[in-house]
């Protein structure tokens, strides 16, 4: 910034004013500020980790990591502290709300196309930020400790044995011994309170900078012939940071009235000799839970996730046959395109798990068969055969680009693993069986 204009700002505005564009570009294209381009889904992930820090600090006054006082310090909390319910509401909710916003922060990178060209790295940080928002979360889940809390986490960390050779040490390493006890809870609670904000701390302005480095995020377009249009740039203080203010301002009221009116679940102390049934993952995790009632776990666990990242991780480095930047949808054939996929998602991925739960056990019809043919490989090889046959057909019956395919297959994918974990959230009694909720 010029030193004219710092003077006419006076120290205090100049100091803010560097602080902002330092993040953020001197000028932004006008047309980034419309509200329906990026739903201010990045900027909210932001203003989520400094209340959860906020919160977080206050409830470590009163918290004990130790399976013996964890409990009854939550206890405490709740009723003998001053507004100590609302401030554990408020980090819990904040802390759920992280994980849903930050998705649709990808997805709005994803369908915007917004992941390609200067912005590809910044999609892999994106999803390393990712990664840890689930970390964070997923440690903060046993702190508690209540039945919950204990038998989610143990069965989760249960999953990870199934890596063959590997397995059990990992396991072990990650619960500090063989059973989820003292230990699990100090690694847990040092992760959560120590090594993920710090990363996180030092991992956003990093993303910041990055879209900043590019001239600020995207630009849209709402046809071809878009790029022909003026550009007008404008500058980010007051224009963008008066907007950033407001999103900010309605989301932490959304998530104070949302922790008035709901309290943050405690279920009874936890009891490692009673286990609760069905005893279920994380609800971000439920869909993964639910894979593995249909594939041999080493592909549940650790194949098909594996599979997933690594194609988050290439997807931008692929080469695709336009630039899809600032087009919702890519065009709207992509968006009908997305419509059919989500479709056949409702009715396929139901079909498949009642046929898989009911009438098809490939490992009991071919017993000689070693397990993690009939149960892995065999299905997984269905399922891409499937998947390419789909991306085939879709291109094909739309005369669609290379682009639009890859968005429909994605669209599928994404829409079954939300239907997997709704049938795993609503849909799973007793021993894991299907039930009406
Ligand atoms: C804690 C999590 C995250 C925070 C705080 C965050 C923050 C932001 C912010 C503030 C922006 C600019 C404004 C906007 O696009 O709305 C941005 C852009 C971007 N983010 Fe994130 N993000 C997070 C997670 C992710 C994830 C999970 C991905 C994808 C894997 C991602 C990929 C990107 C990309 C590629 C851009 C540039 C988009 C463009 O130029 O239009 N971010 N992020």
Request: charged share 10%; net charge neutral.
């Amino acid at each position: 910034m010029s030193p004219e204009i710092q003077n006419k700002q006076g120290p205090k505005q100049a100091l803010f004013n560097n602080l902002i564009l330092h993040l953020h570009p001197p000028k932004v294209h006008e047309r980034t500020l419309e509200l329906a381009h990026t739903w201010g889904l990045g900027g909210m992930p932001l203003v989520l980790v400094m209340l959860l820090t906020l919160t977080g600090i206050l409830l470590m006054f009163v918290y004990e990591p130790s399976p013996k006082l964890a409990y009854d310090s939550i206890i405490t909390l709740q009723e003998e502290i001053w507004f100590g319910q609302l401030i554990r509401n408020i980090h819990h909710w904040s802390g759920n709300i992280l994980v849903i916003v930050s998705f649709l922060h990808l997805l709005r990178v994803f369908f915007t196309g917004a992941f390609q060209g200067a912005r590809s790295f910044n999609w892999v940080i994106g999803l390393c930020l990712f990664f840890l928002v689930l970390i964070s979360n997923f440690t903060g889940y046993l702190l508690p400790w209540d039945q919950l809390a204990f038998w989610a986490i143990t069965i989760c960390t249960g999953m990870l044995e199934y890596l063959p050779g590997l397995g059990l040490w990992l396991q072990n390493m990650i619960r500090g011994g063989e059973d989820v006890g003292q230990a699990t809870l100090s690694i847990f609670f040092t992760i959560h309170v120590v090594i993920v904000p710090l990363c996180l701390f030092l991992l956003m302005p990093f993303h910041f900078w990055r879209v900043r480095k590019v001239g600020g995020v995207v630009v849209p377009r709402s046809s071809v012939n878009d790029s022909e249009e003026k550009n007008i740039y404008v500058s980010t203080v007051p224009n963008l940071v008066i907007r950033e203010l407001v999103v900010g301002l309605v989301l932490i009221a959304f998530v104070m009235v949302f922790s008035l009116i709901f309290d943050a679940p405690l279920e009874a102390k936890a009891n490692p000799g009673l286990s609760p049934n069905p005893t279920k993952a994380p609800w971000y995790f439920i869909g993964l839970q639910e894979l593995f009632l249909h594939f041999h776990p080493l592909f549940a666990v650790w194949i098909i996730p594996i599979l997933v990242v690594c194609s988050l991780i290439i997807l931008p480095y692929l080469k695709f046959d336009s630039d899809m930047a600032g087009y919702w949808f890519h065009s709207p054939k992509g968006r009908q395109m997305g419509v059919f996929a989500v479709v056949t998602a409702l009715v396929v991925t139901p079909l498949i798990v009642f046929i898989s739960d009911f009438f098809v056990d490939f490992t009991a019809w071919l017993p000689r068969i070693p397990g993690f043919v009939t149960g892995g490989l065999l299905p997984l090889t269905l399922v891409l055969v499937s998947i390419i046959a789909f991306y085939i057909a879709v291109k094909k019956a739309y005369s669609a680009s290379n682009n639009e395919a890859i968005q429909s297959v994605f669209i599928l994918l994404l829409s079954s693993f939300v239907i997997l974990a709704i049938i795993g959230y609503w849909f799973r009694g007793p021993g894991m069986a299907l039930t009406w909720p």
